[in-house]
């Protein structure tokens, strides 16, 4: 591809990328007018859920897929999902419904944030790679933080039904322009497709996140819905690990995992979002229970959480560069631990000032660790596996915070059982926090040392991994 191509892709992987992440946030601010419509307040949150389940469990597939059939063709069917679930959630005439369209949606937003990464990892060589992975974060961070208000402004001036079809002429705009320059440079045979791996990947994963989301909800991981989901997870998982070792080609290459740096990131990636992730969604709750903030107040102590990331993943992609991967990630998780030493030390006398300081510190942390994480995960890989290895390290960051959020929110219902009041209970949400950064310092050290462009030349089964585009 000439130069103009790459940058017309990157344009329309930027504007899908930021429909999905928007997505996620948009619908918020429309729910208690969509309830007034609709009804069903007692299912609506499955509307968050349902979108959150599917777009997970199929991160892993549209990224192998994306490998085995190159990535414009799967790319732009994501798209199609995505744009489909968008219109008949706007039409939607019942709470079940808008549920089940959210799902159809969630189902192509899956494909847009990984496949889109891969698309990038591909088309740039290492030193551009790391600028553009890093402005990809910048619009991932900045469609979160325009979500609410767009969704407040479309419900309020026209319609909550247009908060989804906001997306239908941008996202035909990005399809035109994926259609007309992507193009797969690789020749690609006829696969042979894993069905039954693909369906053990996709029951178990529900399972483990349906289980998870349960446990979240009611406080406890003791019950017997819970107990049998996870149960019946861990049964598909083990059946699909022994099916994929044997498979010609596995949707999830378990050799993939043998590489250190793969390790790393999904370690990493997985610990940082379970313990960042987790404990984000709490922090708004203590502002206003134990210090008494307002809901506005609470909201804007998350905005420098979401700047800090933004701006320190455009900078430790370039300072990966310079001194290489390890270095920068440890730092990354060093700022996570220090932001949850001064979390776990909040009293109800905090000032919104401190907690906006506490906020931005968490939000550079997880800046310094993504995005070098995915740079030298795309970095290590061959090309043969850059849409699974990339998809992989997204999987493994949402399935920790959804996995945090219960684990934490369970913390806070068991104390508050045990005769704890609200400041303590999520006290011991944030040393929960803590314990896990601790953990997750100690796995970056995972990541092995040197410059980045020396390990971008690491050998996988006898594949060089492609350094440049």
């Known amino acids: 591809m000439d130069e103009r191509a790459k940058r017309l892709a990157l344009v329309g992987v930027m504007l899908s990328i930021f429909l999905a992440a928007m997505e996620s946030t948009v619908v918020a601010t429309a729910m208690p007018r969509v309830v007034a419509s609709l009804g069903g307040l007692d299912i609506y ?19 192998r897929l994306s490998d085995l059939y190159g990535r414009r063709p799967v790319f732009l069917c994501g798209l199609v999902v995505f744009l489909v679930g968008s219109a008949l959630s706007g039409l939607s005439q019942t709470m079940a419904q808008l549920i089940a369209f959210r799902m159809v949606q969630g189902l192509g937003a899956g494909s ?13 060589t290492l030193e551009r790679r790391a600028r553009m992975q890093g402005y990809i974060s910048g619009v991932w ?28 002429p941008f996202g035909a705009i990005a399809m035109a322009i994926i259609a007309s320059v992507l193009v797969d440079e690789q020749a690609r045979r006829r696969p042979v497709i894993d069905y ?20 979240g909800r009611v406080g406890k991981w003791t019950g017997l819905d819970v107990l049998g989901l996870l149960a019946l997870a861990a049964l598909a998982l083990a059946v699909f690990v022994r099916v994929e070792r044997r498979a010609p080609e596995p949707i999830v290459p378990l050799r993939m995992f043998g590489h250190r740096m793969v390790l790393a990131g999904a370690s990493t990636g997985f610990l940082a979002g379970m313990a960042m992730f987790g404990a984000i969604s709490f922090v708004p709750l203590y502002l206003q229970l134990v210090s008494g903030m307002s809901a506005t107040a609470a909201g804007m ?11 320190m993943s455009v900078t430790s992609a370039r300072l990966v560069l310079r001194i290489g991967y390890r270095i920068v990630v440890l730092a ?38 993504m995005v070098p994480m995915l740079i030298a995960v795309q970095s290590a890989v061959p090309r043969s596996e850059l849409g699974m290895a990339t998809s992989m390290i997204q ?27 609200q400041a303590a ?36 089964r006898g594949e060089p991994t492609r350094v440049g585009g």
């Open 332 to 369: 990354g998780m060093g700022c996570l631990t220090v932001a949850f030493v001064l979390l776990s030390r909040w009293s109800p006398a905090l000032t919104q000032a401190v907690a906006m300081r506490d906020a931005l510190i968490g939000g550079i942390g997880m800046g310094l660790t």
């Open 395 to 421: 999987f493994f960051r949402t399935v920790g915070g959804a996995i945090g959020l219960a684990v934490m929110g369970a913390v806070m219902a068991w104390r508050l059982g045990a005769g704890a009041t």
């Open 112 to 124: 847009l944030m990984t496949v889109g990464m891969t698309v990038i990892g591909e088309l740039f």
């Open 425 to 460: 209970a999520l006290h011991g949400v944030f040393v929960t926090g803590l314990l896990i950064c601790l953990i997750a310092l100690a796995s970056a050290f995972l990541v092995p040392a040197g410059r980045a462009r020396d390990l971008a030349r690491t050998e996988v």
């Open 141 to 168: 961070g900045v469609a979160s933080l325009l979500g609410p208000l767009i969704g407040g402004l479309l419900t309020d001036h026209a319609s909550w039904r247009w908060v989804f079809y906001i997306n239908l």
């Open 45 to 63: 949150s499955w509307v968050f859920s349902g979108f959150l389940l599917t777009s997970t469990v199929t991160m892993p597939l549209w990224g």
């Open 301 to 311: 102590v998350l905005i420098p959480f979401t700047l800090g990331w933004v701006a």
């Open 196 to 215: 039954t791996g693909l369906t053990l990947f996709a029951v178990g994963v529900s399972a483990l996140l349906m289980g998870v989301l349960e446990a």
